[in-house]
């Protein structure tokens, strides 16, 4: 079964710094990994994905994330937060195996840049 | 610009009552897909479709039901609203046979039984 972990609950971050946001995932076979963000009130919107190739994905409004096979891993980063980014973030998985199925979510990070 | 709109941003029913929450998407995805947002449980899975008419249980599909009569519209159905069906719902959608597509959500319905 696949599996994605989004170990901490909340991020506080100053505005300026550098931000993580974690993820592991288990999964038999090929992960295909992805990141969404939802603002207060709003739907999910897709930031980036990994699919095969260079391990540092780079996405929309700065945001880059890097895939770590032997850690499982794919970690959401951005150089300089902005207060903007405070958001809820999760990290999705599928594998070649899964064909038509859904994605499958963590229980995703509350963001929160600090000015 | 790619759309998935949901009938009602916020909707307040009563324990008892039939409700029903509609998605439409204007991209000709196959695959479409209910979800429920609560605080710390993330996005569950109530349902999902790949085709007309046909329906897969997710996660948690106990009290509700769902309809794909048409391509583009994929309609939640709560048969008997309980107040444990308070939440965010979620609608989502992709093309089919591409595993490495992302899905496209709409706005969520905040719906709140009491």
């Known amino acids: 079964a696949q599996s994605v972990a989004q170990p901490e609950d909340q991020v506080n971050v100053a505005e300026g710094n550098p931000l993580t946001v974690k993820c592991t995932y288990s999964?038999?076979?090929?992960?295909?990994l992805f990141w969404y963000v939802q603002y207060p009130n709003r739907g999910l919107q897709f930031l980036l994905k990994?699919?095969?190739?260079?391990?540092l994905v780079k996405g929309s409004y700065g945001f880059e994330a890097e895939f770590n096979k032997s850690q499982t891993s794919f970690h959401l980063k951005k150089p300089s937060a902005l207060v903007s980014d405070s958001a809820l973030y999760f990290c999705?998985?599928?594998?070649?195996?899964?064909?038509?199925?859904?994605?499958?979510f963590g229980k995703g990070t509350r963001l929160s840049v600090i000015a | 610009d790619v759309k998935v709109t949901q009938s009602s941003r916020y909707l307040v029913k009563r324990t008892g009552e039939k409700v029903f929450l509609e998605c439409v998407q204007d991209?000709?995805?196959?695959?479409m897909f209910w979800y429920r947002q609560d605080p710390g449980l993330g996005l569950r899975l109530i349902y999902f479709?790949?085709?007309?008419?046909?329906?897969e249980k997710g996660d948690i599909p106990e009290g509700y039901s769902v309809s794909r009569e048409k391509k583009e519209r994929f309609s939640l159905i709560l048969e008997s609203a309980s107040t444990n069906q308070t939440s965010m719902y979620l609608c989502a959608s992709s093309p089919q046979g591409a595993v490495v597509n992302e899905q496209f959500f709409g706005p969520g319905t905040r719906l709140t039984v009491l």
């Open positions: 479709s790949y085709d007309v008419k046909m329906k």
């Open positions: 999964v038999s076979g090929n992960p295909y």
């Open positions: 990994y699919i095969t190739g260079d391990n």
């Open positions: 991209m000709d995805h196959e695959n």
């Open positions: 999705a998985v599928r594998t070649l195996n899964s064909g038509n199925t859904p994605l499958v």
